[in-house]
T-cell receptor
Framework: EAGVTQFPSHSVIEKGQTVTLRCDPISGHDNLYWYRRVMGKEIKFLLH????????ESGMPNNRFLAERTGGTYSTLKVQPAELEDSGVYFCASSLTGLAVYEQYFGPGTRLTVT | AQSVSQHNHHVILSEAASLELGCNYSYGGTVNLFWYVQYPGQHLQLLLK??????LVKGIKGFEAEFIKSKFSFNLRKPSVQWSDTAEYFCAVGGSQGNLIFGKGTKLSVKP
């Protein structure tokens, strides 16, 4: 079974540019999550999709961040325009439903560096 | 808001030493508790979980954790660590919407 994949693994962009991160969840997992870890801090929740719908986006930092999940499959997270404080590792995770919602399978992360 | 505190930033042990990593959470109601681990170069993965029942839960690779409600704690333990346990360990609480609320993580280095 293929795990959660993320692309790219590393992105270096300048302040003001746009970056799009992609996540492919495990097939059959309706739940998809985005998290971010800024250096030295905890892993923080950004948002949660159930199939193609946003269930909870309370963790999104501001309106420069836009997430989509096309057809309930892969998801993208766009940052436009990027700021220095957006640097960090962005993780995607997916899970089944019920109590298994917390048994999340994580991708390798995308390390975003904004210079 | 729920929060999770991990007391140790970096723990260094020799092989065969016993391990206990502290974790405290803030929420006083029903909680779902987890430990996740990230081995070097690998994805974050679930180590063990607690939903209800026996407060002593066993996970993979000989790890266990004890839920103590009165202390709001969910400490991770292993009687004898191995070099391969070198990793970063994250305590987490399940949020109401299915998200995870993580602590800052504890890096464990085991010297061979």
């Amino acid at each position: 079974e293929a795990g959660v994949t993320q692309f790219p693994s590393h992105s270096v962009i300048e302040k003001g540019q746009t970056v799009t991160l992609r996540c492919d969840p495990i097939s059959g997992h309706d739940n998809l999550y985005w998290y971010r870890r800024v250096m030295g801090k905890e892993i923080k929740f950004l948002l949660h999709f159930v199939k193609e719908s946003k269930q909870d986006e309370s963790g999104m930092p501001n309106n420069r961040f836009l997430a989509e999940r096309t057809g309930g499959t892969y998801s993208t997270l766009k940052v436009q325009p990027a700021e220095l404080e957006d640097s960090g590792v962005y993780f995607c995770a997916s899970s089944l439903t019920g109590l298994a919602v917390y048994e999340q399978y994580f991708g390798p992360g995308t390390r975003l560096t904004v210079t | 808001a729920q929060s999770v505190s991990q007391h140790n930033h970096h723990v260094i042990l020799s092989e065969a030493a016993s391990l206990e990593l502290g974790c405290n959470y803030s929420y006083g109601g029903t909680v779902n508790l987890f430990w996740y681990v990230q081995y070097p170069g690998q994805h974050l993965q679930l180590l063990l979980k607690y939903f209800s029942g026996d407060p002593l839960v066993k996970g993979i690779k000989g790890f266990e954790a004890e839920f103590i409600k009165s202390k709001f704690s969910f400490n991770l333990r292993k009687p004898s660590v191995q070099w391969s346990d070198t990793a970063e360990y994250f305590c987490a609480v399940g949020g109401s919407q299915g998200n995870l609320i993580f602590g800052k993580g504890t890096k464990l280095s085991v010297k061979p």
